[in-house]
C-alpha cells in the first residue's frame, strides 16, 4: 500500500514543479474548439454544393479549399509579421523547426479532407460527418493513451464497444436515400478518421509544448497539403465548371475561409489548453450542425437503424466525456531549454486525479 501513495505523492510534487505552456484558458481553448467545430460542419455542405454547381471531385474540391485556405493564412501571417516582427517566427523558422510534423500534418490533413468530401459524396453529408466525428474520438483515445499516456479508464473499454456496435449498425442500415453509395462513404468516413486522430493527435503532442507557434504550424501543414493534392487534383480534374462563376468562387472562397483559415488556426491554437480527447467531444458540434444541415438543406432522411447507430457513436464520445480529467492540459517543466526551441517534448499528460 506503501508504494502507491509515494506514487501518489510523486505525481502531486512533480505537479507542483510543472506549469502549462499554453498562453490560453482551459475555457478559452474549448470555445477555439468550439467555433472551430460549428465552421467544419458547414463545410460538407459547401462542398456538396460544388460538387453540382462546379462538376469537379473531392480531391480538387480539396485541392481548391486548401489553396484558397493557404491564400488567406499566408496574408494574415504577413500582417503578424509587419505588427510583430521580433514576436511573430518566420514560415521558414517554423518548418525549420519541426520539418517531420509540418509534413506529417500536412499529409494527415489531406487525406482527412480528401475522405471526408469522398464520404460525402458517396453516403450523404449527416452519415459521413457523423462516421468520421463519432469514429474519430475513439481513434484518438487510443492513440492518446499509447502516444501521450493520456488515460481514459473504464469509459474506454465502453467507448470502443458502443462505437464498433454503431458502426456496424450503419454499415448494415444505410441506403440509397442518403447517398449512391453509402458503405463506400463510411470507408472514407473511417479513412478520415484516421487522418482526423492523427492530425489531432500530432497537433496536441505539438500544440502543448509550442502554441505560441500554433498558426505558422498551421500555415506550414497547409502548404504541404496542398503540394501533396495537386498531383492528384490534376489527375481526377481540376478546375471546375464556370456557368456560374460567382457562385463557384464564393463557394471555394467560403470554404477557404471559414472551415479552414480561421476554423484551423482556432482548433490548432485550442490543442494548447486542452486536452486531445476533450477536443474530440467538444468537436461533436460538427456533426450535430451537419446533420441539421443534412436534414433540413439536403432533405436526407435517416431509418431507425442509422438513427440507433449514430446514437451509439455519439454515445462512445459521451462516454470518454464521462471519464475526462479537470485543469489546465499538459504542463511542461518551465525550465525546460527544449520549449524555447519549439521542439516536442515527450512528456505524460498529467490529471487533475492521478
Known amino acids: 500500500m506503501g508504494c502507491p501513495r509515494r506514487h501518489r505523492d510523486g505525481n502531486q510534487s512533480r505537479r507542483s ?33 460544388l460538387y453540382d454547381v462546379g462538376g469537379i471531385g473531392p480531391i480538387s474540391t480539396s485541392f481548391w479549399r486548401f489553396l484558397a485556405g493557404l491564400g488567406l493564412l499566408l496574408a494574415a501571417h504577413l500582417v503578424r509579421r509587419s505588427r510583430r516582427p521580433k514576436t511573430a517566427p ?56 499509447l502516444t501521450l499516456g493520456e488515460r481514459t479508464g473504464a469509459a474506454g473499454t465502453a467507448a470502443v464497444g458502443s462505437g464498433v456496435v454503431g458502426l456496424v449498425l450503419l454499415m448494415g442500415g444505410v441506403d440509397g436515400s442518403t447517398g449512391p453509395a453509402p458503405v463506400l462513404g463510411i470507408g472514407y468516413a ?95 458540434i460538427e456533426p450535430l450542425t451537419a446533420a441539421v444541415i443534412g436534414i433540413l438543406v439536403f432533405g436526407e432522411r435517416l431509418n431507425a437503424i442509422v438513427l440507433t447507430g449514430t446514437a451509439l457513436l455519439l454515445f462512445a464520445v459521451l462516454f470518454l466525456a464521462a471519464d475526462e480529467g479537470t485543469g489546465r492540459a499538459t504542463p511542461q517543466r518551465a525550465s525546460d531549454p527544449d520549449l524555447s526551441r519549439g521542439q516536442p517534448v515527450s512528456q505524460p499528460t498529467t490529471r487533475a486525479e492521478d
Not at 29 to 43: E, N
Request: aromatic residues 8%.
Open 90 to 145: 518566420s514560415l521558414r523558422a517554423t518548418l525549420a523547426a519541426n520539418p517531420r510534423p509540418a509534413l506529417i500534418t500536412g499529409f494527415g490533413l489531406a487525406v482527412y479532407q480528401t475522405a471526408y468530401f469522398a464520404a460525402v459524396q458517396q453516403a450523404g453529408l449527416t452519415v459521413a460527418t457523423v462516421v468520421t466525428l463519432g469514429s474519430g474520438p475513439v481513434l484518438i483515445a487510443v492513440g492518446a493513451r
Open 190 to 284: 473511417l479513412l478520415s478518421a484516421a487522418g482526423y486522430a492523427g492530425v489531432t493527435l500530432l497537433g496536441r503532442f505539438s500544440g502543448r509544448e509550442n502554441a505560441g507557434g500554433a498558426f505558422e504550424s498551421t500555415v506550414t501543414g497547409f502548404a504541404v497539403g496542398t503540394v501533396c493534392l495537386l498531383p492528384m487534383a490534376l489527375m481526377e480534374g481540376l478546375l471546375p465548371d464556370m456557368e456560374h462563376p460567382a457562385w463557384t468562387l464564393s463557394l471555394i472562397l467560403y470554404l477557404g475561409a471559414a472551415p479552414t483559415a480561421l476554423a484551423y488556426t482556432l482548433f490548432f491554437a485550442g490543442l494548447g489548453a486542452v486536452r486531445a480527447t476533450t477536443a474530440s467531444v467538444v468537436a461533436l
Open 17 to 49: 514543479q510543472l506549469q502549462s505552456s499554453s498562453p490560453l484558458s482551459v475555457r478559452q481553448g474549448v470555445l477555439y474548439v468550439a467555433i472551430a467545430a460549428t465552421a467544419w460542419g458547414t463545410g460538407g455542405a459547401v462542398a456538396a454544393e
